[in-house]
């Protein structure tokens, strides 16, 4: 399996990079409670934007994710570079636009943007309406993800330190266990996929989940051995 990530039966593939932003994008709005449909209107506005790189350029003082704007209130360099800040902003503005919910998907991101283009949004409506249901959906296996371990990796400290920070951020409260697993005792699946979309940046080996096993070189693959067990991430 070639690196990076790929919604099964659509023709929707991504980086890893691209992946683990796009979900850091959906698990923002899925703590704000907000429908799907915001999760399609910022991924598509990032696509455009950045093409869901957190850019540290960007036209005039244009940064991050969504090449917000320092200079016009967004926040502060290092804020708007942080991928939860910088989505939290966008739908900050997203939900004050009339008729976001239903309205055209380019006028209602453009409504945020302000862009100098504010048709371009429009031509990633097709992917976004790909993308975010398999990160939001409740059952594994929807986004397919692999990675080649690096060959020098950090240490496994540095790595679960890494990890149990976004967890907080991103998926909920993690422990780790006595032999180095991180667990996510609430997570559902889209926790579940969140974590495979970071695994190269954690350098994860094993991703577990009530029955499923992920692991780089394989994908999802049922075990049902670990029926009923948490999320739990292996960095080992």
Known sequence: MPAGCAVPGSDVTVTTEQAANAATIAAVARSRGLPPRAT???LATAQQESRLRNLDYGDRD???LFQQRPSQGWGSEAQVQDPVYSAGKFFDGLVKVPDWETGDLTT???AVQRSAFPLAYRQWTAMAES???ALLADQPGQLSCSYTPAAEPATVAERTALVTEAARREAGAPTVETDGT????DAGWPEATWAVTHAERFGLTEVTKDGWRWTPAVGWESTPST???PLQLQLS
């Not at 991180?182 to 005792?185: D, E, G, K, L, N």
């Open 40 to 42: 399609v209107i910022a």
């Open 62 to 64: 244009s940064l991050g």
């Open 108 to 110: 209602v991101a453009d």
């Open 131 to 133: 993308l975010a249901p």
């Open 182 to 185: 991180v667990t996510i005792a």
């Open 227 to 229: 029926f009923e067990l």
